[in-house]
């Protein structure tokens, strides 16, 4: 149905993807993962790397194919079917990359991004403390200047790829006493180096990434190692979060998509009374509730991809496509388990694991409220610079009383 909104590059590369997805990644690695019989997502980028699949935003000379948001979103959404934890190990080369390709030096894009893009190394992100998530002035994790070199202590924890990722994307007061803006900064820091990971959670939903605690113990990292300026990690965080946020949304409309094909397709062959269950309004409204759901998300998410394409501030748009996508796939997804009935609620269908997966997706990127705190501020500040006033609508009130108006 939205084929009409892609290119003709951008049917391609969808096409492409959903055949590397159904053809490369087999049952049993995806079950694998979610069993935490493997805990590392390296198998896929290894495999996405060799299709070329990696970073496709970025340009051809490092790896990547030279695309844009909208293709990104595009490959994610296809790869949102095999569940969280294939899709952040997918787009992590994404998420990393953009801090590397926007603001990083050529020797460091040669170094860590083309390697990453061709699927030779993996990475991570290392960004939430153990004191906070979503604060992320609230670092503690201290970088202090030693001749050429840096030296990191701290931790950061909930870190996917703690287990076995080549290097890291560490953010780190470098600072303290300088305003919140001001006062951290972004390395790339080799597991070499002396980083040590601790403690792989076990996790409710999105297993086998290997997510664990990271702790940086007199780790020292070459002054070549820092990302854009120094204690200007805040550029970076900010460039980063279109990519997470939008592969986010994006991935979850590909999770819900897939419940709402396997319930939908359970309705036309479970029979009660007499008549498979879709014939019963109770359930083919669920179904239009879900398909209705999903294409609102799908084109936010779409718009926010051409928006970030555009050149313009974004950061509205992909806070709502985060937030949208998410929460359009939770609802889908409880549907799809309610068209299903107690089946739904065992692991004979994948049901229960992409419920699972999709509780993580609306805590995880700065949680949804946090994207609510984005949205409306950035709604209150368009308002006040907007060049052409609207028609004030207010003065076509049934009984307009200034007296009555009162503010304080």
Known sequence: MFDFMLTEEQKALQNEVREFVKNDIPSKLVRDMDLSVIETGRPIVEMAGKKNLLGLRFPKEYGGRGLNWAAEVVASEEVGVLGNSITCAYVMPSIVGEAINTFGTREQKERYLKPTNEGALYSAEALTEPRGGSDFFGATTKAVRDGDSFILNGEKRFIVGAKDSDYFLVYAKSAPDAPPHESISCFIVERGMGVKDQTIYSLLGTRGGGTGRLVFEDVRVPKENLIGELHNAY????????????????????????????????????????????????????????????????????????????????????????????????????????????????????????????????????????????????YYKELKRRKIEPRDVEEDAITPDDVEKVYE
């Open 235 to 378: 550029a970076v965080f900010n460039r980063m979060m279109v990519p997470e946020r939008l592969t986010s949304g994006a991935g979850a409309v590909g999770l819900g998509r897939a419940a709402l094909e396997v319930a939908t397709r359970y309705s036309t062959r479970r029979k009660a009374f007499g008549k498979t269950i879709d014939r019963f309004q109770a359930v083919n409204f669920m179904v239009a509730d879900s398909i209705s759901t999903l294409d609102a998300a799908r084109a936010l998410v779409y718009a926010a991809a051409r928006m970030a394409d555009s050149g313009d501030d974004s950061r509205r748009l992909v806070s709502e496509a985060k937030k949208v996508g998410t929460e359009a796939a939770w609802a889908v997804i409880n549907n799809a388990m309610q068209i299903m009935g107690g089946i739904g609620y065992t692991s004979v269908y994948p049901i229960e694991r992409f419920l699972r997966d999709c509780r993580l997706a609306m805590i995880w990127t700065g949680t949804n409220e946090v994207m609510n705190l984005l949205i409306q501020h950035e």
